[in-house]
């Protein structure tokens, strides 16, 4: 069989499945705008457009009712009841209506096309292919299955669903909780008992739930393996980053290691908060980034090996989120940037001003020595010109080559010799390229050139200059064309076209 046969019959058995609803035809009016598909004996089509536009059509083919974004169908019972909400409740989170709850709810009969109205609320929820139906009722929760017979009276705090495919409820009253499954049993073979915190889907990560006892202890619970991995001892727990909680006692934060089942940082520490985690990829050493009260005043900080790394003459205020080994930077108290190497550990930098973002802080080639920082800088500093802005460190914090908008490095290193660096940036269309020998020593200044065509040849680094261009060398020769070549000790040869 060809593939021009092969497109031809699929394309047919294409517009057929459109056509059909689990065998019921789809009206001929409806078909370019609407999917069906069958609920009972009737016909709910779904707008391609707008999923919230539906319609109910009998066994005949006749529109029963329709449905539409103000007035959006809910879910239909097994026995033909049409849920619709007349009025949708929710907040504006500055991009729109986040919808939370259903209201003014009508129950309309698809059999009899009779309606009444609900005594209760819904929860906005994806409802229709899930077991449980929730519903609120004299401001307490409740739960409704399919037939409409009420598996969950309406006496609870709160439910909420842990998972979009409705497999796991948190079932909240007075003062319990506990899981339960899509037909509301309780998976857990136990309750938990709260009165410090309100409970909310921050309790619950994966397979695990936070837990207590007498609701004054807080720890976590496995509710798949049924086994406590956290402790019922702290008045706060909250994931870290991988097997790693945040955990408080006392008004102290420590960090408790799921894995090796102890704090691996402690309460004596004397922290207020610990605000992330950073792992050397190596030897997965831990960096806590933390908060700590000096006089009054919330100042962050960095643990490691149980001693604060950041002398806290530099009062930092705050650090940025996800940070790359070995560097982290964030604003001090004045509002300026700083930069601190881990690894050394050491203050690259502070006061840096006009700096809105660094975008990235890294090894120059990925390897050590030399450090490429990229900016986002305050446009009324630089003119509204929004480029990156970038600068070079040597390991001591010392600027090698200034802030510029787009600048390039390239790194060379020839055998026996200081790395060799290329820092260039453009003017009027041409490179200006600077080149130093190591982190000490500039050998070439504000070379001009079209292109940047720099290679090693026999362990030395050449650079073609361009043929309509005058450059001047370190010797005060002025030149055009030909090339430069430097060598491991630093040494610069020109050579003739």
């Given at each position: ?67 539409n974004e103000k007035k959006p169908l809910i879910f239909i ?27 003014d709810i009508d129950i309309l009969d698809l059999n009899t ?385």
């Open positions: 069989m060809n593939s021009k046969r092969i497109s031809v019959l699929f394309g047919l058995g294409f517009m057929l499945c459109s056509a059909f609803a689990f065998g019921q035809e789809i009206p001929k009016e409806y078909q370019k705008k609407y999917d069906g598909k069958k609920v009972q004996q009737f016909l709910l089509l779904s707008s391609k457009k707008d999923n919230s536009d539906k319609i109910i059509l009998n066994a005949a083919g006749e529109k029963i009712a329709s449905f019972s097994d026995k033909g009841m049409a849920y619709i909400a007349n009025s949708v409740k929710g907040w504006n989170d500055g991009g729109g209506l986040i919808s939370n709850e259903y209201q096309n009779t309606s009444k109205k609900a005594d209760f609320t819904i929860p906005v929820f994806p409802y229709d292919d899930k077991e449980l139906i929730l519903f609120k009722k004299d401001g307490h929760y409740g739960a409704i299955n399919k037939s409409e017979t009420v598996v969950v009276e309406p006496v609870l705090k709160n439910i909420i669903p842990i998972s979009s495919s409705g497999a796991s409820y948190l079932m909240v009253a007075d003062h319990e909780y506990y899981l339960a499954d899509s037909y509301a049993k309780n998976i857990l073979d136990k309750k938990f008992v709260y009165s410090t915190q309100n409970i909310n889907t921050d309790w619950i990560r994966g397979d695990k739930i936070l837990a207590s006892a007498d609701g004054q202890g807080f720890g976590l619970y496995d509710y798949v393996t049924k086994q406590q991995i956290v402790p019922y001892e702290y008045t706060a727990v909250d994931h870290l980053k991988d097997n790693l909680y945040l955990v408080k006692k006392n008004e102290l934060a420590g960090v408790y290691d799921t894995d090796a089942r102890a704090l691996v940082l402690p309460f004596e520490a004397g922290v207020n908060y610990v605000q992330s985690v950073i792992k050397d990829p190596k030897s997965s050493s831990l960096y806590f980034v933390v908060s700590v009260d000096r006089s009054g005043k919330n100042l962050i900080n960095i643990i490691h090996n149980g001693k604060l790394l950041v002398d806290e003459k530099h009062q930092l205020e705050n650090m940025s989120s996800n940070p790359e080994f070995p560097f982290v930077d964030g604003k001090n108290t004045k509002g300026e940037h700083y930069i601190f190497d881990l690894s050394q550990p050491k203050m690259l930098m502070n006061g840096l001003p006009s700096i809105k973002r660094m975008t990235r802080i890294e090894y120059l080639d990925q390897k050590p020595g030399f450090i490429r920082v990229v900016s986002e800088v305050d446009p009324n500093v630089t003119g509204g010109d929004n480029r990156d802005w970038v600068m070079l460190l040597d390991v001591n914090g010392r600027v090698l080559s200034g802030y510029r908008p787009a600048q390039d490095f390239r790194r060379f290193d020839l055998e026996g010799g200081k790395p060799i660096i290329l820092a260039a940036y453009t003017k009027a269309n041409v490179y200006i390229v600077n080149v130093m020998f190591g982190a000490d020593q500039p050998i070439l200044e504000n070379l001009k050139l079209n292109i940047i065509s720099a290679k090693v040849v026999e362990n030395k680094l050449r650079i073609q200059l361009p043929d309509d261009i005058g450059n001047v060398l370190p010797s005060g020769q002025q030149v055009m064309g030909g090339a430069v070549l430097i060598d491991g000790a630093g040494k610069v040869e020109y050579v003739r076209p």
